[in-house]
């Protein structure tokens, strides 16, 4: 057995706290760079942490920026200035407006008032077809399709999911409409058109 052997032996069989060492050669205990270790984990997951909060906040921004599928008016006329008691409380009805179909078997919004000339657009926001009918020659429940006194029936056939149609009113009263598949399972609306 030789001296390095000895060495060795003694290296081994001697119980030595565990040490690392550093760039200028000095023995530093374990659990110091263990901490050094943690603290360094400890950034790089602050960091994530950080990129997560990022990401949210831009998914909740581009959330609150997307356009909605509600309906609403297209535009309304600014409320003129009229005579009589109830002129100041009543909202003048709109010039366009929008009605959604959707997966419900409903018009949204079942019940609209515009004005005399406007022009609705319903839009089929659901994955399956529908109609808007004003026909009571076509309608299986006669009040389910109502026009006023010279107002020529109208049907707008199938309309696709995502597909729109339009229809203008120009002689004032109530129209009661339905969608002819579903019909029976009460897609119905109403519009008043005034003036």
Not at 17 to 41: F, M, Q, T, W
Not at 104 to 117: H, M, Q, Y
Not at 165 to 190: I, L, N, R, W
Request: net charge negative; proline share 8%.
């Amino acid at each position: 057995m030789t001296f390095g052997d000895n060495l060795a032996d003694e290296r081994l069989s001697a119980p030595q706290a565990a040490a690392h060492r550093d760039e200028g050669g000095r023995s530093e205990p374990v659990p110091k760079k263990i901490r050094e270790v943690r603290l360094v984990n400890a950034l790089h997951l602050s960091d994530v942490r950080l990129q997560v909060g990022m990401l949210l906040a831009i998914i909740t921004f581009v959330t609150a920026c997307a356009p909605s599928n509600t309906a609403t008016p297209l535009a309304a006329p600014a409320a003129t200035a009229g005579t009589g008691a109830n002129s100041a409380s009543t909202p003048a009805a709109p010039t366009a407006a929008t009605v959604t179909m959707s997966d419900a078997l409903r018009f949204e919004p079942a019940t609209l008032t515009v004005v005399r000339g406007a022009t609705v657009t319903w839009r089929n926001t659901s994955a399956t077809m529908h109609t808007v009918t004003d026909d009571p020659a076509k309608a299986a429940n006669k009040a389910d399709a109502t026009l006023p006194a010279g107002a020529q029936p109208w049907d707008s056939g199938n309309i696709d999911p995502g597909q729109t149609f339009q229809h203008s009113f120009d002689t004032p009263g109530t129209y009661k409409y339905f969608c002819s598949p579903h019909e029976a399972a009460g897609m119905v609306g109403t519009i008043t058109v005034t003036g």
